[in-house]
């Protein structure tokens, strides 16, 4: 693969992280705040979130319905 295309830049290069938080814990807290406010210091952007219902017990939820945040991050790599 050619990065010198001629008389174009080289193509940028990243890296990607997926992270994933409960919304009844670390999103209400400011954990999730506080762990993306980090990884920006480490050279790293969110680029995405959504989220997901899951069904199933959890010692966060009363009524067995926990919702998780997915993260999608990216920093560029150095040449």
């Known amino acids: 693969m ?4 001629k008389g ?8 990607y992280k997926v992270i994933t938080a409960l919304v009844e814990k670390e999103m209400l807290n400011g954990e999730f705040q506080t762990k993306l406010n980090q ?3 480490d050279g790293w952007e969110l680029v995405n979130i959504t ?10 939820s009363l009524i067995g319905i926990s ?3 997915i993260g999608v991050l990216k920093r560029k790599l150095d040449n």
């Open 2 to 5: 050619n990065l010198f295309r």
């Open 8 to 15: 174009k830049k080289p193509m940028e290069k990243f890296e």
């Open 39 to 41: 990884l920006g210091l």
């Open 51 to 60: 989220s997901s219902t899951n069904l199933g017990s959890s010692k966060y």
């Open 67 to 69: 919702i998780q945040c």
